[in-house]
Every structure is written in C-alpha cells, then in structure tokens.
T-cell receptor
Framework: GAGVSQSPSNKVTEKGKDVELRCDPI?????LYWYRQSLGQGLEFLIYFQGNSAPDKSGLPSDRFSAERTGGSVSTLTIQRTQQEDSAVYLC??????????????FGPGTRLLVL | AQRVTQPEKLLSVFKGAPVELKCNYSYSGSPELFWYVQYSRQRLQLLLR??SRESIKGFTADLNKGETSFHLKKPFAQEEDSAMYYC??????????????FGKGTKLSVIP
C-alpha cells in the first residue's frame, strides 16, 4: 500500500506569508507525528496526534505554528507570518498504534520550506 | 528538561571494524530511548528502541542508567551502514509528557 505522503514537496514563500503543509498518513494509522529538520536546529519533534487529538502542543516552536487533524487521517501544519528561521524540511510520520513512539513510525518524504 | 548529546558529528571507520556511536542523555526520570537512521536520499526511519531490546541490522544499544548513556554498537561495520544517526529520548509514557528530544546526530562514514 501507499506510504506516508506529504505535499507540497517543496515550497518557497516570502517572509510574512502563511503556508499550509499537508500530511496523508498510512490508512488505518491512528498516530501521526510532525517533525522539523534544519541545519541550525537539527531534528525537532513538533507535535503528536492520537486520532484527532494533540495532547501536548508545547513542541511547536511558536504561536505562529498550528496543526490539526481531521477524520483521524489527513493533518495540516500551518505556519503564519513565516520567518526565515522557519526554513526547514518538515517531516510527517504515522504509526499504527497511538502508544506514543512505541510503535514503528513510517516517515514521509518531507516538505522542504524556504522562506525568502 | 531533557537533553541528548551525541559528541561526535562525524565518525569514520573502516569496513569490518567495530562501530560505537555515542549517546548521552540528561533526564531526571525514567526515559525511553531510540536510535533513528537516515540513509542518503532516503526517509528517516527508526532503527531501534531500548524497550524492545532488539538487534536491527546487527546494531545493538544498551541503556546504561548509571552512565546515562545509550551507545549504538555494531561489531563489524559495513559500507551500507554509512548514514546519519540520531539518538532520541522521550520521558516514560506514564510521565504525561509527549515530547521527543533528539541529539544533533552523528554522520557515520564506513571506508571500504
């Protein structure tokens, strides 16, 4: 079956614009994770969804970041008023079970965001 | 707050030599620890987690609470092991925290 997919694969935007990143998890996977990978900060965990619920949003870098998941499936990560330091590869992963990090995660290819 | 330290940014070993990728952590409670790997032009993937005590692709890692370490080891390195390796920590699930902290990563280069 299909793996985790993300769109767009690349996004170039101007500072101050809003962007929306999409993640389609593997069908039937209840847990969904967002990460960020950048040269400056390395790998960062952003947020975790169990179904449609995100129990802890403290990993989001600032209040310009928000994430939602609907129907226990697709998730969107929204960055408002983008800044140059938001430039990174945003990774999404999903796993079958909702037990946090206990199950094998399947990663998407990432969305490469460049803020000019 | 938890912290994960991978002291080596780059580690080069010859094929067939033993490999040890170091990971030290700082956390006051009982952590769960993981190793992730990213091969060139491939997706990030989980390599192993200490709770399952498994061996994947010949790699093992033992949690040493006394030394607060979770070093990744392989007795004989292969060229296909060349990749970026990340150590990560999450507080024990019963702690009510939903965070995962990564180290900065170690790039392993296996020389033929």
């Amino acid at each position: 079956g299909a793996g985790v997919s993300q769109s767009p694969s690349n996004k170039v935007t101007e500072k101050g614009k809003d962007v929306e990143l999409r993640c389609d998890p593997i069908s039937g996977h209840t847990a969904l994770y967002w990460y960020r990978q950048s040269l400056g900060q390395g790998l960062e965990f952003l947020i975790y969804f169990q179904g449609n619920s995100a129990p802890d949003k403290s990993g989001l870098p600032s209040d310009r970041f928000s994430a939602e998941r609907t129907g226990g499936s697709v998730s969107t990560l929204t960055i408002q008023r983008t800044q140059q330091e938001d430039s990174a590869v945003y990774l999404c992963a999903s796993s079958l079970d909702g037990t946090l990090f206990a199950e094998t995660q399947y990663f998407g290819p990432g969305t490469r965001l460049l803020v000019l | 707050a938890q912290r994960v330290t991978q002291p080596e940014k780059l580690l080069s070993v010859f094929k067939g030599a033993p490999v040890e990728l170091k990971c030290n952590y700082s956390y006051s409670g009982s952590p769960e620890l993981f190793w992730y790997v990213q091969y060139s032009r491939q997706r990030l993937q989980l390599l192993l987690r200490h709770i399952s005590r498994e061996s994947i692709k010949g790699f093992t890692a033992d949690l040493n609470k006394g030394e607060t370490s979770f070093h990744l080891k392989k007795p004989f390195a292969q060229e296909e092991d060349s990749a970026m390796y990340y150590c990560a920590l999450t507080p024990y699930s019963g702690a009510g925290s939903y965070q995962l902290t990564f180290g900065k990563g170690t790039k392993l280069s296996v020389i033929p």
